[in-house]
């Protein structure tokens, strides 16, 4: 069972192939982050073009580096969304094409689903007992923040339960907008990240609300931990929010006189683009009290992330935790999410820092279920752009 995927939907082409759902021959992505990173986020008609330009090299280049030949390959996989339509649309083309040409079957992928197979993939390369369903899934990135209870549903099969989202803003772009805020560079994770290790978490008390779930329901609410009424449809909303903090943090920065610092530090950083998140010279350009503020905004988020997760595992029975998406590579959020699930003796895992960034491997890795039973795509099959993992 060869797996030839293709993945588009944001600012990343990449190709992949992947034998039994587990073992990646090849895994290219060719990334788009510096293009965009002028313009502090992705533009979707330069993505669309890049993918153009993109696409057959780099599957040519999965081929190669797998060493076999079209020929071999049994089932060509792609995403089908969620994602920007244009994007998402120059994979599946090529990817109906191949198919079509070869006479393979086509298989349609949700992204999202595929954030979650990174990690349970990795967990079987490394030949781990395999994480028993059910599991709550966590994907975190700079387009989503999502909880999910994934079960079993059949022979090998899996089936999703959307049991939280975020309201308005994913928490990656919370990350990204207050670095923005602050000066820093983008993507802003990665600068937030090695950043906060040098300030006081608890220097500004950030607080989380409540979030009120969409339609009310009686009996399901956090804070008196009723158990769950019977009955399909059921279920509780775990959601999140993540735009106060940001305004938030805008107006601490504008109380305390420290726009003027962030402006300083973005003309800085202009002229050194070479210069890393995490060297010397980057963290002189903070003051104490700019370090402080990005420690305890990080602090608050990752917080916030891990008491809807685990209060999320627990309302759901789930028997491990997933954490995944650009978001996961955050070291604070790994530390308090291992430190947590050991504490609760539930099994957390997440994706190496190449899974956890959008990718082909996880693509077809998430195929493999439906390469297995059969669940092929028709030459409908197109782009759907707001496409959903297990409702809600
Ligand atoms: P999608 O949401 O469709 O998966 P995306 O490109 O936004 O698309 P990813 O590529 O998975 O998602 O993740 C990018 C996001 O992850 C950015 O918002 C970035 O700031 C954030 N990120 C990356 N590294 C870190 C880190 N170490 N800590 C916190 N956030 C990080
Ligand atoms: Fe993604
Ligand atoms: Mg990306």
Not at 41 to 50: D, I, K, T, Y
Not at 165 to 191: F, H, Q, S
Not at 192 to 205: K, M
């Amino acid at each position: 069972g060869l797996i030839l995927a293709i993945e588009s939907s944001c600012d990343e082409t990449a190709a992949a192939v992947v034998r039994g759902g587990c073992e990646a021959l090849s895994n290219v992505v060719a990334s788009q982050m510096k293009l965009h990173a002028n313009y502090g986020g992705v533009v979707p008609e330069l993505a669309s073009r890049e993918h153009l330009r993109n696409i057959v090299p780099v599957v040519r280049a999965a081929m190669e580096q797998a060493g076999v030949s079209l020929d071999d390959v049994d089932a060509i996989a792609v995403t089908e969304g969620p994602g920007l339509a244009g994007a998402l649309l120059v994979g599946i083309t090529y990817a109906k094409a191949l198919s079509f040409g070869l006479g393979k079957p086509l298989i349609g992928v949700n992204h999202l689903e595929g954030h979650i197979h990174a990690v349970l993939m990795e967990a079987r390369q490394r030949a781990e007992s395999p994480m028993e369903l059910p599991l709550l899934a966590l994907v975190v990135s700079g387009g989503h923040t999502h909880l999910y209870l994934a079960e079993q549903r059949g022979e090998g099969g899996w089936r999703y339960r959307n049991v939280g989202r975020t309201v308005d803003d994913a928490a990656g772009e919370a990350y990204d907008k207050v670095a923005k805020l602050l000066g820093l560079g983008y993507p802003g994770g990665p600068w937030i990240d090695v950043l906060a290790r040098r300030g006081n978490p608890q220097a500004v008390p950030f607080r989380f609300g409540q979030i009120k779930p969409r339609a009310h329901r009686e009996g399901i609410s956090l804070s008196n931990k009723k158990a769950p009424a019977k009955g399909s449809g059921d279920v509780a909303s775990f959601n999140f929010s993540f735009s106060g903090i940001k305004t938030a943090v805008l107006r601490y920065i504008e109380t305390h006189e420290m726009r003027g610092s962030a402006e300083a530090r973005r003309g800085v950083l202009a002229e050194h683009p070479e210069w890393k998140p995490g060297s010397e010279e980057t963290a002189a350009l903070c003051d104490a009290e700019t370090l402080d503020l990005i420690a305890s905004f990080q602090h608050a988020v990752v917080g916030n992330l891990l008491r809807q997760t685990f209060a999320a595992a627990e309302r759901f029975g789930a028997r491990g935790v997933v954490v995944s998406g650009g978001v996961a590579a955050n070291s604070e959020l790994r530390r308090r999410f291992q430190a947590e699930a050991h504490r609760r003796g539930l099994p957390v895992a997440f994706p190496s820092l190449a899974l956890s960034t959008d990718n082909a491997a996880m693509i077809a890795a998430a195929a493999w279920p439906k390469f297995v039973a059969g669940e092929f795509a028709s030459e409908a099959l197109g782009a759907t752009p707001q496409l959903r993992l297990g409702g809600a």
